[in-house]
């Protein structure tokens, strides 16, 4: 396979604790891990809703009762948790046992690390009306920003539709737009330019998607548009790193921006404390976790 699963999103008529039991599965080696925590109030006219977490990590939602609702369960999996899926063919395996089970959203990703894609052509395949299936063709919004290295973004189609497509590079993405002011200029031992991502956003709108969506999904993400088969017919190397990298990567930017921020008063601190890092450290360290780095996973792996 080329491509990943970056989102996911079902639904089922099985009982609460039965779609439970699944994702439990679906995470196996972490099932002891993953906990259905509840939220406030329900979700998008269900009664009530669920955080799913793997530790303090949160991986998606589930929400489910209202008799308006008929006894269908809604569960999304965010990119974070797709990423911590051992093995996608087993687990489309495990969710298809539930009852009338649907896929209702899958964002498929071709994401690469050579350079062989890039956002100029990106839109130089738009204006070759490279995306154009039926009808007219789709139109395209670039997202630019006045730092460069913030990143670009490209939006094929619009986001009602069955299929969007959202090209972006990914390498500055996954810094969160520091290379600038950090200087960082390789994630994972890549130059952060090299690496971009094509991903095709595709919704059960106008009929059902199929259920062999996850483990056919190369053939399904080529058949979106003549780019994206274009791209397949190639055979990318797609880049992957591993899923403890982007927990880890989470904490060490943040730590960097303290240093970039505050490096220097900390220094000067400790020499006004006779180099007691333990007296300095006092006086600067809080006494709660900061939520989005513990929701994020970086307390599941090493650092």
């Known amino acids: 396979m080329f491509t990943t699963i970056d989102w996911c999103s079902f639904r089922t008529r099985s009982e609460v604790q039965t779609c439970q039991e699944a994702i439990r599965e679906v995470y196996f080696g972490m099932a002891d891990l993953v906990a259905f925590k509840p939220r406030k109030g329900g979700w998008n006219g269900f009664e009530q809703a669920q955080d799913v977490c793997i530790g303090d ?15 269908w369960i809604s569960v999304s999996i965010t990119g974070r948790g797709c990423e ?18 649907q896929w209702r959203r899958l964002d498929i990703a071709l994401t690469v690390s050579d350079g062989s894609i890039n956002h ?29 290295l913030a990143g670009r973004t490209a939006y094929v189609g619009v986001r009602t539709a069955s299929k969007f497509l959202r090209c972006y590079e990914k390498g500055l993405e996954m810094i969160k737009g520091m290379a600038s002011w950090l200087n960082i200029t390789h994630v994972e031992g ?94 600067v360290v809080g006494s709660q976790h900061n939520e989005a780095l513990t929701e994020s996973g970086v307390l599941l792996v090493e650092h």
């Not at 093995?87 to 298809?96: G, K, P, Y």
């Not at 100029?120 to 460069?148: C, N, W, Y």
């Not at 090299?194 to 969506?213: F, S, T």
């Open 84 to 101: 911590w899926c051992r093995d996608w063919s087993r687990a489309s395996d495990i969710l298809l046992t539930l009852q009338q089970f």
């Open 190 to 283: 890549v130059p952060v330019l090299d690496i971009y991502r094509v991903e095709l956003e595709w919704k059960a709108k106008d009929c059902l998607l199929p259920l062999d969506a996850v483990t056919n999904r190369d053939a399904y993400f080529a058949g979106a548009y003549p780019f994206t088969a274009a791209l397949i017919d190639a055979k990318p190397e797609p880049f992957t790193p591993s899923r403890e990298r982007g927990p880890q990567r989470d904490l060490e930017l943040a730590l960097m921006n303290i240093q970039h921020q505050y490096g220097k008063t900390l220094f000067t601190a400790l020499f006004a404390h006779g180099g007691d890092i333990s007296a300095v450290w006092s006086k």
């Open 57 to 71: 990590m949160v991986i998606g939602m589930m929400a489910y009762g209202g008799e308006a609702q008929r006894g």
């Open 120 to 148: 100029d052509r990106v839109l130089a395949a738009h204006a070759a009306g490279e995306f154009q299936t039926f009808g007219r063709p789709p139109m395209l919004k670039e997202i630019t920003h006045s730092d460069p």
